[in-house]
């Protein structure tokens, strides 16, 4: 089955610099990629995801890439704020035609935002 | 439109016992999963059920099952509680398959 490896498991940075979270999976069959952002206590928020069919994805400060040949994607924060504190999630899914559709999630990485 | 929304929100049981959690999908959604999270494992994929029918199965023992009605909500039922069933069940739905999943608030099921 999937399998999907999340590094870092932690990350400290300082309010303003940028953070990169990385994921690999090993089905090449799958071409859906979300990210999740969990606080404390909170249920897992939904914060960009991309489909195999594109290579990068924007939004605002958040920004992922996706190379289909290494079977990598990265999340990208720009000018991290204290907010941005959280867990955050990477998955990967191979959906398609109503079968075989599931998220396979990596182990997190605890992000904290340093004022 | 309202959220995912899960009842109940915390559950004590002892070993042995049985319990049902329920998840009701943001209106108009009929894709329904169910995770567990726990801090050693992460979020693990227990099924999918997509007009009523168990689509796909996770990894984990009969003791667990599910299902879903014709309102496209939803239930799981584990039996025979373990110990090692404490944790976080979320749901999450979503309109179709490859669309965006959306997760509820979870049951937070702790087991003595």
């Known amino acids: 089955g999937e399998n999907v490896e999340q590094h870092p498991s932690t990350l400290s940075v300082q309010e303003g610099d940028s953070a990169v979270i990385k994921c690999t999976y090993s089905?090449?069959?799958?071409?859906?990629f979300p990210w999740y952002k969990q606080e404390l206590g909170k249920r897992p928020q939904l914060i960009i995801d991309?489909?195999?069919?594109?290579g990068e994805k924007k939004d605002q400060r958040i920004a992922v890439t996706l190379n289909k040949t290494a079977k990598h994607f990265s999340l990208h924060i720009t000018e991290t704020q204290p907010e941005d504190s959280a867990v955050y999630f990477c998955?990967?899914?191979?959906?398609?035609?109503?079968?075989?559709?599931?998220?396979?999630f990596g182990k997190g990485t605890l992000l904290t935002v340093n004022p | 439109k309202a959220g995912v929304t899960q009842t109940p929100r915390y559950l004590i049981k002892t070993r042995g016992q049985q319990v049902t959690l329920s998840c009701s999908p943001i209106?108009?959604?009929?894709?329904v999963s169910w995770y567990q999270q726990t801090p050693g494992q992460g979020l693990q994929f227990l099924f999918e059920?997509?007009?009523?029918?168990?689509?796909n199965k996770g990894n984990f023992p009969g003791r667990f099952s599910g299902r879903q009605f014709s309102n496209s909500r939803s239930e799981m039922n584990v039996s025979t509680l373990e110990l090692g069933d404490s944790a976080l069940y979320l749901c999450?739905?979503?309109?179709?398959?490859?669309?965006?999943?959306?997760f509820g608030p979870g049951t937070r099921l702790l087991v003595l």
């Open positions: 999450a739905s979503s309109f179709l398959e490859r669309e965006t999943q959306y």
């Open positions: 089905d090449s069959a799958s071409n859906y």
């Open positions: 991309i489909r195999s069919n594109v």
């Open positions: 998955a990967a899914s191979k959906g398609s035609g109503g079968s075989n559709y599931k998220l396979t």
């Open positions: 209106s108009g959604h009929r894709s």
């Open positions: 059920y997509f007009s009523e029918t168990q689509r």
